[in-house]
């Protein structure tokens, strides 16, 4: 009579403990989603979701440089690339590993959540001084700018904001890819016994 037995090698044992405490698994799988969101704000769309294009003039923007004490940059005016004002949004999103099998991805931005769903917004005071340098700053530029913001300087707008809606645009999130790369990454990182 012949006798077999199974005796768990080093291997086999390593595996296991990847099974256990997928650590590793869950970091690469928080910068598989992170990479997704950054190739999002290079892309303007998050998977097959594309992203809605800017207003021709961004009026809530220019409110607020005036309102910082500057003047409205080039991009007030172009359409694209969307969520890419000052590159805060797209180089916050981070990966933290919340639990022994729970990755979370997102931003700590307090406006990130209105610009990925959505949702109603608000403009900055539009004050006197707002106005002032409206005003100083349109004398220098063709009559159809002046035409597109100078209603901003009547007076009944002084001290009022302005409401508007924020379209959503997911920056992240699971994607198709990040499946296929989710699955071929988990599954290099438990079968891969050193």
Same mark, same amino acid.
């Given at each position: &009579?012949?006798?077999?037995?199974?005796? @768990?090698?080093?291997?086999?044992?390593?595996?296991?403990?990847? #099974? /256990? *405490?997928?650590?590793?698994?869950? +970091?690469?799988?928080?910068? #598989?989603?992170?990479? /997704?969101?950054?190739?999002?704000?290079?892309?303007?769309?998050?998977?097959?979701?594309?992203?809605?294009?800017?207003?021709?003039? *961004?009026?809530?923007?220019?409110?607020?440089?005036?309102?910082?004490?500057? +003047?409205?940059?080039?991009?007030?005016?172009?359409?694209?690339?969307?969520?890419?004002?000052?590159?805060?949004?797209?180089?916050?999103?981070?990966?933290?590993?919340?639990?022994?099998?729970?990755?979370?991805?997102?931003? *700590?931005?307090?406006?990130?959540? @209105? &610009?990925?769903?959505?949702?109603?917004?608000?403009?900055?005071?539009?004050?006197?001084?707002?106005?002032?340098?409206l005003?100083?700053w #349109?004398?220098? +530029?063709?009559?159809?700018m002046? /035409? !597109?913001?100078?209603?901003?300087? *009547? !007076?009944?707008?002084?001290?009022?904001?302005?409401?508007?809606?924020?379209?959503? $645009?997911?920056?992240v999130?699971?994607?198709?890819?990040?499946?296929?790369?989710? $699955? /071929?990454?988990?599954?290099?990182?438990?079968?891969?016994? @050193?």
């Amino acid at each position: &009579m012949t006798q077999a037995t199974f005796k @768990k090698g080093a291997k086999m044992e390593r595996w296991e403990k990847k #099974l /256990e *405490n997928p650590q590793a698994a869950l +970091k690469q799988i928080g910068a #598989l989603i992170v990479s /997704e969101s950054e190739k999002a704000f290079r892309e303007q769309q998050h998977g097959e979701d594309k992203w809605k294009p800017r207003a021709p003039i *961004n009026i809530f923007g220019i409110i607020s440089d005036f309102a910082k004490g500057g +003047k409205p940059p080039g991009r007030r005016f172009e359409t694209r690339p969307v969520l890419k004002d000052t590159g805060r949004l797209s180089g916050s999103i981070a990966s933290k590993i919340e639990s022994s099998k729970t990755v979370v991805v997102g931003s *700590n931005l307090s406006y990130a959540a @209105k &610009m990925h769903y959505g949702g109603e917004t608000e403009s900055e005071t539009i004050t006197s001084e707002v106005q002032s340098s409206l005003k100083r700053w #349109l004398k220098s +530029k063709p009559e159809s700018m002046k /035409e !597109k913001l100078g209603w901003l300087l *009547n !007076k009944k707008f002084t001290g009022k904001t302005l409401k508007g809606e924020v379209p959503a $645009r997911p920056f992240v999130g699971i994607t198709k890819m990040t499946i296929v790369d989710i $699955r /071929e990454t988990v599954g290099v990182e438990i079968m891969e016994v @050193k």
